[in-house]
């Protein structure tokens, strides 16, 4: 019985200490959520607000007491459009180089393998200007192509896919090959289906990702029609930053279709972390 009452014991203080610890984290975005909807009197005046309106959201879709509308649901609709659009390129591009690095024998695989691996370990701020030349020399700038085009190849993704296929046995490869498949046949039909988890992972990861990318997508545009969600809430910063209740809101609002993605792909994400991590 003693046993029993150290061991509850011991228990209930992990419970305790993990309540705590999730608390710390979570705070920091509750906190967001309940100053969104808090009264603008009580906009970062207590820890927990207890007046509470829509007056902030009303405010960002209005233009409040500025006059000026902001294009929130343009905004919404470019960085869906843009986030979308680029993951889908990432995905897709690093399945096939993926396959090609992993299944097939090519002169110079080794070395094109090589040379991921050591590009992953350059910040990718430092082909910022080159690369932004090159979107105003071909004519992108301020569009959708400057947006997405170059934001469609993720090194991360190819690693991911790369390791993966390599531990999927070859046997199944050579069967369909005898029977005549071709290789884009084979990846689409054999390699994707047995990779649904991973490419949950990785889709979400390059989803969130893009989602949230501020530099490029800042410097990028100019127009108004253009801009995404992100970079209409950090000019927020400026000429509104003494509205603290609407930038709850915003960032609210940016985070919300994160959330409900991983909640809906959530089992599928767990499964894929535990093959991704073995």
Known sequence: MVGTKRSNNKLIIRYVIAGILLLVMVYPYLYMVLNSFA????VD??????????????????????????????????????????TFLMMAFGVMVAYALSKLKWRGRDTVNNFIMFHMFFPSIILLIPSFLIVQKLGWYDSYWALIIPKGVSLWAIFMYTNFFKAVPTVFIEAARLDGASDFKILYKIMLPMSKSITTVVFLFLLMERWTELLWDMIMVSSDNMLTLNVLLSQMFGPYGTYPGPLYAGSVLLTVPIIIIFIIFGKNFQKGMQVSLK
């Open 39 to 42: 009264d603008w009197s009580q």
């Open 45 to 86: 005046k207590k820890l927990i607000p207890t007046d509470y309106s829509l007056k902030s959201y009303t405010w960002l879709f209005t233009g409040g007491d500025s006059g000026i509308t902001r294009p929130w649901i343009n905004a919404f609709l470019n960085s869906v459009i843009v986030s979308l659009l680029s």
